[in-house]
Nanobody
Framework: QVRLVESGGGLVQAGGSLRLSCAASGRTFSNYIMGWFRQAPGKEREFVGAIRWSGGSTKYADSVKGRFTISKDNLKNTVYLQMNSLKPEDTAVYYC???????????????????WGQGTQVTVSS
Protein backbone atom coordinates (compact mmCIF):
# COMPACT_ATOMS: atom_id res chain seq x y z
CA GLN A 1 0.00 0.00 0.00
CA VAL A 2 1.44 3.32 -1.10
CA ARG A 3 0.76 6.29 1.14
CA LEU A 4 1.48 9.88 0.18
CA VAL A 5 1.18 12.79 2.58
CA GLU A 6 1.60 16.38 1.44
CA SER A 7 2.49 19.30 3.67
CA GLY A 8 3.74 22.85 3.42
CA GLY A 9 0.80 24.66 1.91
CA GLY A 10 -0.39 28.03 3.13
CA LEU A 11 -1.09 31.64 2.32
CA VAL A 12 1.60 33.71 0.61
CA GLN A 13 1.75 37.04 -1.17
CA ALA A 14 2.37 37.26 -4.88
CA GLY A 15 6.07 37.02 -5.58
CA GLY A 16 6.67 34.87 -2.53
CA SER A 17 7.80 31.29 -2.15
CA LEU A 18 6.60 28.06 -0.62
CA ARG A 19 8.00 24.56 -0.45
CA LEU A 20 5.66 21.62 -0.48
CA SER A 21 6.68 18.19 0.75
CA CYS A 22 5.35 14.78 -0.15
CA ALA A 23 6.29 12.00 2.24
CA ALA A 24 5.96 8.57 0.66
CA SER A 25 5.68 5.27 2.49
CA GLY A 26 4.64 1.70 2.02
CA ARG A 27 6.61 0.54 -0.99
CA THR A 28 9.97 0.77 -2.73
CA PHE A 29 9.81 3.84 -4.92
CA SER A 30 12.93 3.42 -7.01
CA ASN A 31 11.01 2.76 -10.25
CA TYR A 32 8.27 5.30 -9.65
CA ILE A 33 7.61 8.68 -11.14
CA MET A 34 6.40 11.17 -8.55
CA GLY A 35 4.17 13.91 -9.85
CA TRP A 36 2.67 17.12 -8.60
CA PHE A 37 -0.75 18.22 -9.78
CA ARG A 38 -2.99 21.09 -8.79
CA GLN A 39 -6.67 21.84 -8.92
CA ALA A 40 -8.18 25.29 -8.69
CA PRO A 41 -11.88 25.79 -7.89
CA GLY A 42 -14.03 24.97 -10.89
CA LYS A 43 -11.08 23.72 -12.94
CA GLU A 44 -9.67 20.38 -13.95
CA ARG A 45 -6.76 18.88 -12.06
CA GLU A 46 -3.64 19.77 -14.02
CA PHE A 47 -0.09 18.54 -14.23
CA VAL A 48 2.51 20.75 -12.55
CA GLY A 49 5.64 18.64 -12.78
CA ALA A 50 7.18 15.29 -11.99
CA ILE A 51 10.45 13.60 -11.14
CA ARG A 52 11.79 10.14 -11.79
CA TRP A 53 12.74 8.58 -8.50
CA SER A 54 15.60 6.78 -10.21
CA GLY A 55 17.93 9.27 -11.86
CA GLY A 56 16.05 12.40 -10.90
CA SER A 57 15.04 13.67 -14.34
CA THR A 58 12.20 16.17 -14.25
CA LYS A 59 9.45 17.59 -16.41
CA TYR A 60 7.37 20.71 -15.85
CA ALA A 61 4.27 22.34 -17.17
CA ASP A 62 5.00 25.44 -19.22
CA SER A 63 3.05 27.57 -16.75
CA VAL A 64 5.52 26.85 -13.94
CA LYS A 65 8.75 26.29 -15.83
CA GLY A 66 11.52 28.44 -14.42
CA ARG A 67 9.59 29.17 -11.22
CA PHE A 68 8.97 25.72 -9.71
CA THR A 69 11.55 23.04 -8.98
CA ILE A 70 10.99 19.42 -7.98
CA SER A 71 13.59 17.54 -5.98
CA LYS A 72 13.77 14.41 -3.84
CA ASP A 73 15.45 13.04 -0.77
CA ASN A 74 15.96 9.30 -1.18
CA LEU A 75 16.79 8.73 2.47
CA LYS A 76 13.60 10.42 3.63
CA ASN A 77 11.43 9.05 0.79
CA THR A 78 10.25 12.61 0.28
CA VAL A 79 9.64 14.68 -2.81
CA TYR A 80 9.63 18.47 -2.73
CA LEU A 81 8.03 21.17 -4.83
CA GLN A 82 9.82 24.48 -4.44
CA MET A 83 7.59 27.26 -5.70
CA ASN A 84 9.09 30.69 -6.32
CA SER A 85 7.71 33.89 -7.82
CA LEU A 86 4.21 32.74 -6.97
CA LYS A 87 1.26 34.29 -8.77
CA PRO A 88 -2.40 34.49 -7.77
CA GLU A 89 -3.16 32.02 -10.58
CA ASP A 90 -1.05 29.44 -8.76
CA THR A 91 -3.76 29.27 -6.09
CA ALA A 92 -5.01 25.69 -5.93
CA VAL A 93 -4.99 22.48 -3.96
CA TYR A 94 -1.71 20.76 -4.73
CA TYR A 95 -1.54 16.98 -4.88
CA CYS A 96 1.33 14.56 -4.89
CA UNK A 97 0.89 11.39 -6.95
CA UNK A 98 2.79 8.26 -7.91
CA UNK A 99 3.00 6.66 -11.35
CA UNK A 100 4.02 3.06 -10.64
CA UNK A 101 4.20 1.89 -14.25
CA UNK A 102 7.81 0.97 -15.07
CA UNK A 103 8.28 3.03 -18.23
CA UNK A 104 11.00 5.47 -19.19
CA UNK A 105 8.81 8.48 -19.79
CA UNK A 106 7.27 11.04 -17.48
CA UNK A 107 3.57 11.12 -18.18
CA UNK A 108 1.50 14.24 -17.63
CA UNK A 109 -2.00 12.76 -17.62
CA UNK A 110 -3.54 12.34 -14.19
CA UNK A 111 -4.97 8.96 -15.20
CA UNK A 112 -1.41 7.59 -15.33
CA UNK A 113 -0.95 8.14 -11.59
CA UNK A 114 -2.34 5.41 -9.35
CA UNK A 115 -1.76 6.81 -5.90
CA TRP A 116 -2.62 10.25 -4.57
CA GLY A 117 -2.14 12.26 -1.43
CA GLN A 118 -4.88 14.20 0.28
CA GLY A 119 -3.75 17.56 -1.09
CA THR A 120 -2.55 20.78 0.48
CA GLN A 121 -4.00 24.24 -0.13
CA VAL A 122 -1.83 26.97 -1.60
CA THR A 123 -3.30 30.46 -1.71
CA VAL A 124 -1.46 33.35 -3.34
CA SER A 125 -2.79 36.80 -2.59
CA SER A 126 -2.33 39.73 -4.95
Amino acid sequence: QVRLVESGGGLVQAGGSLRLSCAASGRTFSNYIMGWFRQAPGKEREFVGAIRWSGGSTKYADSVKGRFTISKDNLKNTVYLQMNSLKPEDTAVYYCAADRTPINVIRTSRVAYENWGQGTQVTVSS
